[in-house]
T-cell receptor
């Protein structure tokens, strides 16, 4: 069964607008971590933001925030004030259990920011 | 800051050839892993290691071998390359100490074609 589901293969957003990329996850482990990575056309994987299952507040990192709804098992990435350089693939990933366990990745969402 | 270094960046092999993809990290991370990325599939775990002398299989280990003789290095060996192993390969590492985040940092990737 798919552990991470990203239902939006592609998204468009206009520059300076906010955009939400969806991610739902499936786990029965009470301890887990959720990650978002960005992959620009150059191919590298860039860490953006992390949310722990026991964190009380939604994570924020600059223009990135994670809308964590534990009961719904969703961890959506919100990018505020989009920039042209935000055009990339975005991957949601989950680590179950303690550190040392691998990441399960979703299939990604392609974001295109238009002028 | 070198971080995670992968070599080579590109490689073309003929079916049946063997080769080793190199991965080195200079962050003293205990955890290292190899993923492959195929179009529309996200990243899938091949093998991982939680320390020198310790390795384990991930989701798609067939056709690949790993060893971990030092903390720094985690090479991936293709024993007899097959066209199905055409992919982009990523090495990642993370610390197992300190904060619970244990973010995985990725190398730049190796693009492999098997003819």
């Amino acid at each position: 069964a798919q552990k991470i589901t990203q239902t939006q293969p592609g998204m468009f957003v206009q520059e300076k607008e906010a955009v939400t990329l969806d991610c739902t996850y499936d786990t029965s482990d009470p301890s887990y971590g959720l990650f978002w990575y960005k992959q620009p056309s150059s191919g590298e994987m860039i860490f953006l933001i992390y949310q722990g299952s026991y964190d009380q507040q939604n994570a924020t990192e600059g223009r990135y925030s994670l809308n964590f709804q534990k009961a719904r098992k969703s961890a959506n990435l919100v990018i505020s004030a989009s920039q042209l350089g935000d055009s990339a693939m975005y991957f949601c990933a989950m680590r179950e259990g303690r550190p040392g366990y691998a990441l399960n990745f979703g299939k990604g969402t392609s974001l295109l920011v238009t002028p | 800051n070198a971080g995670v270094t992968q070599t080579p960046k590109f490689q073309v092999l003929k079916t049946g050839q063997s080769m080793t993809l190199q991965c080195a990290q200079d962050m003293n991370h205990e955890y290292m892993s190899w993923y492959r990325q195929d179009p529309g599939m996200g990243l899938r775990l091949i093998h991982y290691s939680v320390g020198a002398g310790i390795t384990d299989q991930g989701e798609v280990p067939n056709g690949y071998n790993v060893s971990r003789s030092t903390t720094e290095d985690f090479p991936l060996r293709l024993l007899s390359a097959a066209p199905s192993q055409t992919s982009v390969y990523f090495c990642a590492s993370s610390s197992l100490r300190g904060t619970a985040k244990n973010i995985q940092y990725f190398g730049a990737g190796t693009r492999l074609s098997v003819l």
